[in-house]
């Protein structure tokens, strides 16, 4: 399939970079591109570049639209096609990694005839030039933009393909299934038993469960996907915003010695070893008949009832009966992970052995705001606990667009299932069943509307 347009973007993230890529494609590459190559002020042929498909050519990146200033020293790439990433011919300009060089460029490109790319517009051709299927296409956008290892991994699964066939071996059995049916209107066999129908009602079934299955299993993907709540609870002055500061690399929430510095909670987004987290600093829990602080406090409790993860804080340098403290709080600590702060300035009084037989199975780590001791293991225990042992094998993402498919799927082949069970018609069963093919096919494009391209690659970056 041959577009009209030929498009160009910057492919690269923006931002400086060692280089930053600008890409073109569509019919009209290389007359385009060639305008602005040069080797020693002679400008490159289009045949010369043709002969050197696929292989990386160091040149001038001349404006030879204006006064015929070099713009760019670059590494140019000239894909002929069809073997391409869209099906089209493509040419990769790799210029310094300066967005203001690449604008430059652009503008240059634009201004020769090609057309600023849409969002997602290079992968959409990918598509419609047959190259990837819709979940592939879908899973580009999702590995752009995972956050996470997990999400990551979820993302290349569908990429390499795990979906579309998945999703390809069901769309066949489904046909099969259909192709039965129209088999009994067209001939209405006498030798059709109560048991192949019961067996062709037992396939029907056994295909919904699996598109339920999967599912359930992409919604629980999604919840680890989701941002984990990590919140700073315990009592004032015990250093929670200090540990809050220290974790985000910056002065984000007032600390002083007078407690109840902290009265609001105060939310960072942060990535610990690549898990996007939300962590929450609150304010300190204690008696107190300040109205504003109560409101206060009320929140750092609903807070720490949301989170995924609590950070309860205690000091070390107070003394303190710590068996008296524990029984006073111990239902807040026991569904926290203990921090035992202020570990320069300790007291005689903690007793790090003690608190193993006070509080069995809670984790506790010894940290100081001040010298930044244990914050290595706290990182640790932090990424150990929220990636958990999550292994991406039983799990599936799926894309809103592909839940509402296999939802309609599970539908229809659940009135399918009812229809047979009270012996309807093959007639009306195969109207169950077609609807469910069509939506399988929606999955990963077999059937698709330009509106629903639209709405799908509209959301990817542009260059991609
Ligand atoms: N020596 C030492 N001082 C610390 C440490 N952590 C915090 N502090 C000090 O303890 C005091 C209270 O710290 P904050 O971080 O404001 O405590 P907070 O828990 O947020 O207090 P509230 O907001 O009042 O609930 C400040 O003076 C900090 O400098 C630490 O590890 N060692
Ligand atoms: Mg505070």
């Not at 002020?41 to 050197?52: A, E, F, G, P, V």
């Not at 604008?103 to 790319?117: K, W």
Request: proline residues 2%; aromatic residues 6%; glycine residues 6%.
């Amino acid at each position: 399939m041959n577009h009209a347009a030929t498009i160009a973007a910057i492919s690269t993230a923006p931002g400086m970079g060692a280089i930053g890529i600008l890409r073109v494609t569509g019919p009209k590459t290389l007359s385009i591109s060639s305008q602005f190559l040069f080797r020693n002020n002679q400008q490159l042929s289009i045949d010369w570049i043709t002969n050197h498909s696929r292989r990386s050519i160091y040149c001038d990146f001349t404006n030879s639209l204006d006064d015929n200033s070099l713009i760019d020293k670059i590494i140019f790439i000239y894909y002929s096609s069809p073997n391409t990433f869209t099906g089209e011919e493509i040419a990769e300009f790799h210029f310094h990694g300066n967005p203001i060089l690449l604008r430059q460029g652009l503008e240059l490109l634009l201004r020769a005839g090609a057309r600023p790319a849409e969002p997602g517009e290079f992968t959409k051709r990918a598509f419609l030039n047959g190259k990837m299927d819709l979940t592939e296409a879908e899973a580009i956008g999702r590995l752009i933009h995972s956050r996470s290892r997990f999400e990551l991994e979820l993302a290349q699964k569908n990429l390499f393909g795990e979906l579309s066939r998945l999703t390809s071996k069901l769309r066949s059995e489904m046909v099969g299934i259909k192709a039965e049916c129209e088999a009994e209107i067209d001939f209405s066999t006498e030798d059709l038993t109560y048991e192949s129908l019961e067996e062709r009602r037992e396939r029907i079934n056994r295909i919904r469960k699996l598109c339920e299955k999967l599912l359930d299993s992409s919604n629980r993907a999604d919840t680890l996907i989701g941002r984990s709540k990590v919140v700073l609870f315990g009592e004032p002055n015990v250093g929670k915003s200090s540990l809050m500061n220290l974790l985000i690399g910056r002065n984000r929430s007032i600390i002083s010695d007078i407690p109840g510095t902290t009265r609001d909670y105060i939310t960072e987004d942060l990535n610990i070893a690549g898990i996007p987290i939300q962590l929450v600093d609150t304010a300190g829990i204690r008696e107190t008949q300040d109205t504003i602080e109560k409101l206060g406090i009320e929140q750092s409790l609903r807070e720490a009832n949301n989170a995924n993860l609590k950070l309860f804080l205690i000091d070390t340098s107070q003394k303190i009966d710590w068996a008296e403290y524990i029984e006073k709080n111990r239902t807040l600590m026991e569904s926290a992970i203990l921090i035992a702060n202020k570990i320069d300035i300790r007291d005689t009084s903690w007793d790090r052995i003690h608190w193993d037989k006070l509080l069995p199975g809670v984790s506790i780590i010894s940290l100081s705001c001040v010298t930044g001791q244990g914050l290595t293991e706290l990182i640790q225990l932090l990424e150990n606990r929220l990636s958990g042992s999550e292994s991406t094998e039983e799990f599936v993402i799926l894309e809103d667009r592909q839940k509402f498919h296999f939802k309609a799927i599970v539908e229809s082949l659940k009135k399918a299932e009812e229809l047979m069970l009270v012996e309807a018609p093959a007639e009306i069963v195969i109207k169950e069943i077609d609807e469910a093919v069509r939506e399988i096919g929606a999955v990963n494009g077999v059937i698709t509307t330009e509106e629903v391209l639209g709405r799908i690659f509209s959301v990817f970056c542009v260059g991609k």
